[in-house]
């Protein structure tokens, strides 16, 4: 079945950047919508990015301007390239698969701070 496997997370300094990326198996990659969800201790998982089959994309207005959300469907890869990096950017982030019943990486960790 589908799997995602997230990578690139880890501690960098407030202003910096990261760039996180998952890997898709499966055949159904490219006609589904990718999104990059956050979790932070003792908040509900939000979504940061979303994009489309067609490579349309959307964000809240927390990271908008910061964070770039991409996809290679030949690759099947997803990528969130994270600009001037906030403490409060510190979460567990999660790749995610936009089918019915939703598919979920394992997560890694983004730690900014001094």
């Known amino acids: 079945q589908v799997q995602l496997v997230e990578s690139g997370g880890g501690l960098v300094q407030p202003g910096g950047s990261l760039r996180l990326s998952c890997a898709a198996s499966g055949s159904i990659f490219s006609i589904y919508a990718m999104a990059w969800y956050r979790q932070a201790p003792g908040k509900q998982r939000e979504m940061v990015a979303i994009?489309?089959?067609?490579?349309?994309?959307n964000y809240p207005d927390s990271v908008k301007g910061r964070f770039i959300i991409s996809r290679d469907n030949g690759k099947k890869m997803v990528y969130l390239q994270m600009n001037s990096l906030k403490p409060e950017d510190t979460a567990v982030y999660y790749c995610?698969?936009?089918?019915?019943?939703?598919?979920w990486g394992q997560g890694t960790q983004v730690t900014v701070s001094s």
């Open positions: 995610n698969m936009q089918t019915p019943r939703a598919y």
């Open positions: 994009i489309s089959s067609a490579g349309s994309t």
